[in-house]
């Protein structure tokens, strides 16, 4: 049973930092797109960052290019989000999930993905 387990949300000011992990758990991940997306209360769930788990490949929403960083420790299954330059704007909920193995290139696409974590908020004050 696969799980994915979402750490290290918070309240902060803006141009602050956070690092957010996601632990995965129950299988191995080799093939699989680990991806972060965001929602805030009322809106649609959007794309934030994902990496291939092989090779590291990152994909990065614009909004967060050159801010957010994801990265990926094989050895601790572990994925994370490092957050800098936060803003106002960047206030929501975070989510981990996975999609995989077979992999359909939307990266970007929450659909596709298999796998969910339960959030963890991220709160940037002004």
């Known amino acids: 049973q696969v799980q994915l387990v979402e750490s290290g949300g918070g309240l902060v000011q803006a141009g602050g930092s956070l690092r957010l992990s996601c632990a995965a758990s129950g299988r191995t991940f080799n093939g699989y797109t680990m991806g972060w997306f965001r929602q805030e209360p009322g809106k649609e769930r959007e794309f934030v960052a994902a990496?291939?788990?092989?090779?590291?490949?990152?994909y990065y929403a614009v909004s967060v290019k050159g801010r957010l960083t994801i990265s990926r420790d094989n050895a601790k299954n572990t994925v994370y989000l490092q957050m800098n330059s936060l803003k106002p704007d960047d206030t929501a909920v975070y989510y981990c999930a996975a999609d995989g193995p077979s992999y359909s290139g939307r990266y970007y696409y929450d659909g596709d993905y298999d796998y969910w974590g339960q959030g963890t908020q991220v709160t940037v004050s002004s």
């Open positions: 990496i291939r788990w092989n090779s590291g490949t990152a």
